[in-house]
């Protein structure tokens, strides 16, 4: 599993057509962003990934978790 | 007002007040006055709780001459962050989307704290709702840094940070789910606890998130934690640092030594020389194969990107820019989560959680760095994600409802505090408290005040 570093991290430039697909869905959500906040909302994205690949490892189906650790 | 008043903790200031060379009120007076001379600087305190204070110092005194002494929190000054609930003040959690709004009740720990005779006289800045930045277009600028006013003092217990570092209140409580006592205790040379889940009330804290977060205490040492931890629970913990830690199993994280995480070189230098200062003082170190970080930090910013979220949902669609620029972003990025990636993050917390703590069969505490630097200046911590580039080294204790503690170990070259954080199965409070009490019995970290005296 790797990681881009921190000082890359979340700020590449995003492509147009990956904005236009984040513009799309915060439409759908009933969003309304301004332009520069999408720009920052798709680095911020791009930079969650390695993180969701991460939740989807090892996970079987049916697999049921143990009590989590913070439950009251 | 002499140092020496501003300077006194829960300890030291209660035997004072116990002695009778020090009331109630004369030490809260001298830290509102502190308060009004030097917060437009640190910006530490979003409400100033005078005249509730000295009320409560007024009985607190009156109460002690007659011969009513509730413990050691009786007639001692504190401060809480602004999102726990203190009747008849403003709560706004720093937004604008909250200004104006006055607590009906009190938090229960806050009750809790009140009974035990406490002194409630500020209610500090924070990161917005807890989760934004340090933004200057909230209702309150970010607090400053007593070891410079140039530096964050991180978040989001920022204010609280700011006032215990400044001599503004003997100590303070904040809120923490993914670091928000530790990062900015660690960057203000303090000790910070997050309790171990589920032990101190959440009722009456505005919420950031449902599944993680803890209230926990900011102080000038261990020994303050526990004083602060044992009013808010009932726990005995302060009873229980007797300092020794003969034969004390520590695991170490290796993550900034091998470079799995990047630190700061003089954070793994401050680090290891605090290691050392156990195992000098009886323990010994045990390699240990924790689960990774970035697996747990991943569960942990999920979650709480998507309670986040949801908590905010109606206002962020009815008018986003009613929230600073950071908490905006940030608030908004949980928007594009599915349900499944939210789902996978609650499972692998319990999975990785459980994980965690079964480390803890084979060790009493892990010890790993408080933060990788010291604290950064405003523009370096402006990004709204600049969060995603590496784990934080706090998260997996949260996720795993492990109690974990942070205590000052070091400088950097610039003269900012360094920590090292250390933490134990989930209900092992009074162990990490112990063993920070041992460090801070054998070092004087904790002791350095910062560099404000012309102020």
Redesign the interface.
Known sequence: MTHKPASAAGSSMPSADEMDALRRRAKALGLSLAEDDLLILAQGWSGLQPFLVRLRRGLEVGQRPPVSATSQ | MSDDIAWLGIADGGRRLADGTLTSTDWTEALLARIERLDKVFCSTLTLLSDHALRAAEAADRERAAGKARGPLHGVPIGIKDVIELAGAPVSANSAVLTGRISTHSAELVTRLEKAGAVILAKHGQYEFSYGGPSFDLPWPPARNPWNPERTTGGSSSGSGAAVAAGLCAAAVGTDAGGSIRQPSAYCGLSGLKPS??LVP?EGIVPLSF??GEAGPMARSAEDCAYLLDAMTGLSTVQQLGGNIEGLRIGVLQDVFNGHV?ADPAVVSALRQAVQALTEAGARVVEVKPP?V??L???G??IL?AEAYANHEPQ??AD?MKYGRIG??RF??G???SAA?YV????????W??E??RVFDDVDVLVTAGEVTGAPTFGKAS????F???PSLRMPF?????PALVAPCGFDSDGMPLSMQIAAR?GNDATVLNVGARFQKDTNWHRCKPPIGGL
């Open positions: 889940a589920g959440r599944s993680l990047f990774d970035y697996d930090d991943a569960c910013r999920v990107l962020l669609k986003p905006r972003h908004l990025l928007a594009f989560l990636d996978q993050a609650q499972r692998q917390m319990a999975i959680g459980a965690m703590n990004a709204s994600f600049g995603t580039g590496q949260t996720v795993a409802g492990c989930r």
